[in-house]
Nanobody, 120 residues
Framework: QVQLVESGGGLVQPGGSLRLSCAAS????????MGWYRQAPGKQRELVAD???????NYAASVAGRFTISRDNAKNAVYLQMNSLKPEDTAVYYC??????????????WGKGTLVTVSS
């Protein structure tokens, strides 16, 4: 009943920029925290950034100062502006939302992921 759809991934050169978007749809009662995670081959999924319903933000130390997370509650959307990209940012990026459908407890939902490749 709920799905998250990401877009905006692609190939960029080191130092370049990319903007990721994610929109949630379906039988949503309330969205709490939304965030972006990433996973590189052979590594576990890690938090990149998240943002609360009140727009409080957290960033991984590796991206702080380079990435900016934001949300549009009217669109059930979350965005990740990525600047000064480095090869080590290469990963599949996943959108996450902690939300409730009507009559349910809070659960985590995930998008399918979008690939970001930073390479010369």
């Amino acid at each position: 009943q709920v799905q998250l759809v990401e877009s905006g991934g692609g190939l960029v050169q080191p130092g370049g920029s990319l903007r990721l978007s994610c929109a949630a749809s379906g039988n949503i009662f309330r969205i709490y925290t939304m965030g972006w995670y990433r996973q590189a081959p052979g590594k576990q999924r890690e938090l990149v950034a998240d943002i609360s319903s009140g727009s409080r933000t957290n960033y991984a130390a590796s991206v702080a100062g380079r990435f900016t997370i934001s949300r549009d509650n009217a669109k059930n959307a979350v965005y990740l502006q990525m600047n000064s990209l480095k090869p080590e940012d290469t990963a599949v990026y996943y959108c996450n939302a902690d939300l409730t459908a009507w009559g349910t407890d809070v659960m985590a939902y995930w998008g399918k992921g979008t690939l970001v490749t930073v390479s010369s």
